[in-house]
């Protein structure tokens, strides 16, 4: 999902809590979860676009769903975490390049007292990734690979670290990040098994969902969280409800 630096910002209408008119850069100024993190895990929060009838992708991609206003708000939430977290087959998707791309939201990162680029953290069961996609192949990008393979992605031009276990553990890899990188926070986009695998381990503490005025039907895949393992139904207390031309951008706070 890419963004144009001469894009025009775009207004939302705040709906919740309270009425006003914010650019994607306002609403996201208010978000500080540095402060909010666990002592033992960076806070989590998930970032995720559906269609009306819930479809999170259409052939396996977001773009034929997003919209300026999605896009330039899915920008302004990576300027507030410490980390951006994808499972692998959203990084080959998406094709991923730098985290952040504009320098001028890399001098808001600075301004919060964050590192001008995020971590990018990639969980990869299997390992297999090429050197040559855009984010491995961007000198600028620090990746930390959640992987249960041995060997190392060749030909990579980041920074590429890597973090082992067999079978993944997402709970321990996130306390792992919390105390030997720094991490604080993460921001979460997916995609949906990804997000299955979180929610189901109980580590989500927010999720924004957008919700476009689309119907996707059998051109579209899978829900925002598939087929989780969910015990029961997860809690999610709306925090913020933001609109423009009919997309929907809601805050949720996940299980309390």
Known sequence: MSTQRNEPPVV?????????MLTADEAAATLDYAALAPDD???????????????????????AIS??????????????????LIGAGTLRAERYGRIVPDSRRREQRVAAGLQADPLAIVVSGRLDLSGDLPLLA???????????????????????????SAPI??????????????VRSILCEGGPSMNASLFAAGLVDELFLTRVPKLAGAAGALTIIGDAPLEQPLDARLRWLLEHDGALFARYAIGT
């Open 12 to 20: 939302l209408r705040a709906l919740l809590p309270e009425p006003a």
């Open 41 to 63: 895990r960076p806070f989590v929060a998930v970032n995720m676009v559906a269609t009306v009838d819930g479809r999170a992708s259409v052939a396996g991609r977001t773009a």
């Open 67 to 84: 919209s300026l206003a999605d896009r330039q708000l899915f920008h302004a939430l990576r300027t507030r975490v410490d980390a951006v």
């Open 138 to 164: 961007d000198p600028s990008s620090r990746v930390l690979v959640v992987t249960a393979m041995e060997h190392e992605i060749e030909g990579c031009a980041a920074e590429v670290t890597y973090l082992r």
């Open 169 to 182: 553990d997402l709970v321990a890899a996130l306390k792992t990040v919390r105390r030997e990188h720094g």
